[in-house]
């Protein structure tokens, strides 16, 4: 099969904000063959934009672009459940692949889901059609936290569980050409909340009162988690991933006061955990407006920015220190195209005081989405003069 290249062309407590950590434009610590070292992916519009340099074009993805909003994703994933085939290589490839072919995008981000690396690690979790992720065993107390850590160490998440994942990587990798693929994980406090929480919950209340009423045991779990999530990106990249994202799906339920004692610390860990490696970090959450500095804080050289704040505020709120990425509103995806033109230059127009943006959503990709209007607003995005 042919590349898409050759179809398309050549932190410790954090209790006040410190500065991001150095990223190395470089690659220390890659391997020789990897995409930032041999030059396929080192000079990629989004990898320009990232770094807070001027691009050759404007680089637009979306979250959730690989999914349900596409018609040869479910018929690729047709009788195959959710975790299986984020655990089968050649169909994890072949999926983070779909969207770059159709859109144009210019990155792929890894299909996967946020729990992978907690079912690497031995946990019972499935994926509930309509549900989503559900536990076998809520971890709750101090004593489901020792039960959790010790039968479930981090060291278990070595190369032999993490091999799906590099496999799937590998084969990725080899048929973007000089499109760069973007490495994926859940936060910490995302990651504890579920474990906590047993499935999805709308205010997050167990996950809250066991970080305020045991600190301790918040501690080891998040500990643990950010060591876990942290093996997760770090194998993606040393597998070809040029950039990384940190999703933190939950934060925005926490006060910045909270964010900065219980939930900065872990982060900050899974994102040192690639840092040597010299690739782009991203850090993302849904209704985190009152956190972007703190998000930063931890580690991130790229903020994204979610649709509940305008994105001039947005940089503003980071000092115009760090490029951004968003924040396309998803509902307008179903918008008349007048609308949605209209909103897609405004969000252009108020990302250009960052030192750099990549446009994406301010979330992802809703499954009734019509295709057609993905790839055109990714034609629009590249069209519009500087």
């Known amino acids: 099969m042919e590349s898409l290249q050759e179809r398309s062309g050549p932190i410790s407590a954090l209790s006040t904000p410190s500065r991001p950590l150095p990223s190395h434009p470089d690659g220390t610590g890659l391997p020789a063959g990897h995409p930032l070292v041999d030059g396929r992916t080192a000079s990629a519009p989004l990898i320009d934009a990232y770094r807070g340099r001027t691009p050759a074009r404007r680089p637009v993805w979306f979250m959730r672009q690989a999914g349900r909003s596409l018609p040869e994703y479910r018929a690729s994933r047709a009788g195959t ?91 990725t990798v080899a048929d973007l050409g000089g499109t760069p693929l973007i490495g994926f994980a859940g936060a910490p406090f995302t990651l504890a909340a579920y474990l906590v929480e047993g499935r999805p919950s709308r205010d997050h209340l167990a996950a809250r009162t066991l970080m305020l009423g045991d600190p301790d045991s918040w501690q080891r779990l998040t500990t643990w988690a950010a060591e876990v999530a942290g093996r997760f990106l770090r194998a993606q990249v040393l597998a070809g991933a040029s950039a990384v994202q940190l999703f933190d799906s939950w934060a925005g339920s926490l006060s910045r006061e909270n964010y900065l004692r219980s939930v900065a610390p872990a982060s900050h860990h899974t994102l040192a955990q690639v840092s040597d490696l010299g690739v782009p970090r991203v850090h993302f959450g849904t209704g985190t407006g009152e956190l972007l500095a703190a998000m930063r804080d931890v580690g991130a050289d790229v903020v994204g920015v979610d649709d509940r704040i305008a994105l001039d505020e947005a940089v503003r709120r980071l000092d115009g220190r760090v490029p951004v990425q968003g924040n396309i509103d998803p509902a307008l995806l179903a918008a008349p195209w007048p609308v949605l033109e209209a909103h897609v230059r405004d969000v252009v ?38």
């Open 349 to 386: 127009a108020r990302g250009a005081s960052a030192p750099g943006h990549v446009v994406n959503l301010g979330h992802g990709v809703p499954p009734t989405t019509d295709p057609d209007v993905l790839t055109r607003v990714v034609a629009l995005v590249h069209a519009i003069e500087r």
């Open 81 to 171: 459940e959710m975790l299986e085939a984020c655990l089968t290589p050649a169909l994890a490839a072949e999926i983070t692949l779909q969207p770059v072919r159709r859109h144009d995008v210019d990155a792929g981000i890894f299909f996967s889901d946020i729990v992978v690396p907690l079912k690497l690690a031995g946990v019972d979790v499935r994926i509930e059609p309509g549900i989503g992720p559900v536990f076998g065993s809520p971890v709750r107390t101090a004593a489901e936290v020792d039960r959790l850590l010790a039968e479930h160490p981090a060291e278990s998440l070595d190369d032999a569980a993490l091999a799906p994942i590099t496999e799937a990587v590998r084969l």
